[in-house]
Structure formats: C-alpha cells, structure tokens
C-alpha cells in the first residue's frame, strides 16, 4: 500500500520513499499491560502520525517487513536495499527506512556498501513505543525525511537520525538500552544536526568502497575476547559452516597468548578479522611485539578491522565473501572497505 501525502504546492517538495520494517516505532500493545508491545502498525500509518509532513515532502509509504529488528537476517537486508534501488531508479530524491534499533548500527552499514546512489539513505526509529508519554518516533521519522530531502545529505552514504542528530552508519552504535540518547558516534560524533526543521552538517564523510553479493551471504562469526578466555571457542568454529571471523580483540588488537595457535590453525580454513573490542579508535599496526599483540597477528594473516568496529567488520566481511569465490580477493575487497571508513 502507497500512501501520497500531497500539498498545493507538492510540486515544489521532494520525494522521498518510506520504507517501514516494524520495530519500537512501530509496536503498540495487543492486550493487557504485562504482555508487551508487538510491531504491528503499517508504514503508512506511521507516516500519518507525524504532523505537518505535508509540508516538508511527497512520502510514499510501504511495509516491507514487521517485525522485531533482533530478527533480521541478510536476506531482508538484501530486500530492502532492492527496494531502495528501485525507489532511486522510480526518481525519490531519498530513502527513509524505519526499522527496530537493535542493530540499526549494522542494517545501515549494509545499505551504506549495496546501494551505489549519491542520494541519500536514512534510517531511524524509536526508543519509546507510540503508546508512551514522550514517544519520539513522529519527530524521529519527521528529521528523517527533513534529512532525506535535503541536497547538502547528497553523497554522506547511508546516514542515522535519532534524536535530532545526523550519525554516519560506519560509526553509528547504539550505546544506551532505553535512552532518547542511546545513539552516539565515539570516533567522531555525530555530521550534523537537524535544527528547526533544517539540516546542518558540521562535517562530511567520503563514499564507501561498494560490494555486490553474488548470492547467500556467508556466515560469519564474531567473537569477544575477554578475561581469562583459553581459545577454545575459536577451535569449535571449525567445522561448524562459518566461512570467516571477527574477533573483537583487547585494547588496540590484542588477545591471550592461549588464543594465538588456535587463531593460527583457523586461518588455515577461513580469514579472520582483527577488530578492538572498546568500539573506538583504530586497531593498531607496528606499537606491540609481544605474542598475541596486533604485530604478531597481523603477521600471521589476520586482517585489521582499521576503525570499523567488531559488529560492523562482520558485515563487511560477509558480504566481501559473498561477492566473489576467491577468498584473496574477498580479503582485498574487505580492506577496500577499511580504508575508506577511514
């Protein structure tokens, strides 16, 4: 279903694709007060809920999933980016996607390496239900779309809004598990700021390096070091179907000497990726030489997740792996993507 929210002078408005997964933004309860909310308002509805939007732009409307984000796989990535495609190839000057924030993070990075278009990709959501005082999806969704039809948000790739703040999806993370403030960017902050119904962008980011997948996404693990961890986990993901791995690492990339053979004997069947579990920052290269250091790893062949972080180098990885059979060149593609997050 297609809702055309129209003014007199519509003809002067941009257009703009909205594009609604389910999620918080769209929840509101089914029964009493103790069985929760579930995602079950349509796109256009929402869309409806946001007063005076015929004022800022032409929207159109569709549901294209409903659903709780947690339950995303690669394959309603995928259709979605499809779909974004096609609104840009149908002449919307952008795309606004409302989904679930529990890894907008991730969907939007995706979009951010399928969709080759200068014109921007906005996704948002909500901390707060519809059903609850202060509910922040109408303004939400409203600076989406201010954003999305804005000329200066041309060429950013794929951008967050929450909160009145203009986050770029490779350094976007959701911090915070009900604040209105629950997104930050720790490497840089946010671009900019939508203000009075005006976008401002107090810096820019370059393109990203593209892929384009040739068919299922491959399975990749992520893996968080911590205290005390002997490497046995990453001798179980042999055999288990994974075809690559993040480790999120100590500090600036390192792990415990007991992880080092293990780590050595995988890379014999998959690549691995060397990311820093603190979430900011760059993994280093040439600071420490002791065993399990980011020297002595990289050494062996893990490949440095540069800035990106251990959630979003998966991402990079998988659909690298899935874009070509050649695991060489899946690993040059992936670090194409490293060095032009920055």
């Known amino acids: 279903m297609t809702n055309q929210r129209d003014c007199d002078n519509s003809n002067l408005l941009g257009r703009v694709a909205h594009f609604g997964l389910g999620g918080t933004i769209a929840s509101r309860p089914t029964g009493d007060s ?12 929402l869309v409806e809920s946001v007063p005076g939007l015929e004022l800022v732009a032409r929207v159109e409307s569709r549901s294209l999933r409903q659903m709780p984000s947690a339950n995303f796989s690669f394959a309603d990535v995928l259709y979605v980016s499809d779909a974004i495609r096609d609104a840009f190839a149908g002449g919307v000057d952008g795309v606004v996607v409302t989904q679930g924030t529990d890894n907008i993070e991730e969907t939007s990075f995706a979009f951010d390496l399928l ?12 901390m707060r239900h519809p059903s609850q005082p202060g509910a922040d999806g109408p303004a939400n969704i409203r600076a989406a779309i201010v954003v999305a039809v804005s000329p200066l948000a041309k060429g950013m790739g794929s951008l967050v809004v929450m909160n009145d703040e203009i986050h770029a999806a490779r350094f976007v993370r959701k911090m915070h598990g009900s604040s209105l403030s629950a997104f930050s960017s720790p490497q840089c902050g946010p671009l900019g700021a939508v203000i009075e119904d005006r976008v401002h962008f107090f810096t ?53 000497e007991s992880m080092v ?20 920052g760059v993994v280093l290269g040439s600071t420490y030489g002791f065993r399990g250091s980011e020297i002595d790893l990289t050494n062996r062949g893990l490949t440095s997740a540069g800035a990106l972080d251990g959630a979003k180098a998966r991402i990079a990885l998988s659909l690298a792996l899935a874009s070509t059979d050649s695991r060489a060149q899946a690993e040059t593609r992936f670090r194409d993507i490293v060095d032009t997050v920055g």
């Not at 969709?115 to 909500?126: I, L, N, S």
């Not at 390096?209 to 986990?233: K, N, Y």
């Open 115 to 126: 969709v080759d278009d200068e014109r921007p990709v906005v996704v948002t959501g909500a």
């Open 261 to 280: 053979e293990p780590l050595a004997e995988l890379l014999n069947t998959m690549p691995i990726v060397l990311a820093s579990r603190t979430g900011a």
């Open 34 to 45: 103790s069985s929760g909310v579930l995602p079950n308002i349509g796109a256009s509805s």
């Open 204 to 256: 820019r980011v370059d393109p990203l390096a593209l892929v384009s997948p040739r068919g299922e996404i491959a399975p990749v693990a992520l893996l968080r070091c911590a205290l005390g961890d002997d490497g046995r986990m990453v001798s179980a993901l042999n055999g288990l179907g994974y075809r690559g791995l993040v480790v999120e690492a100590f500090g600036g990339g390192h792990v415990a």
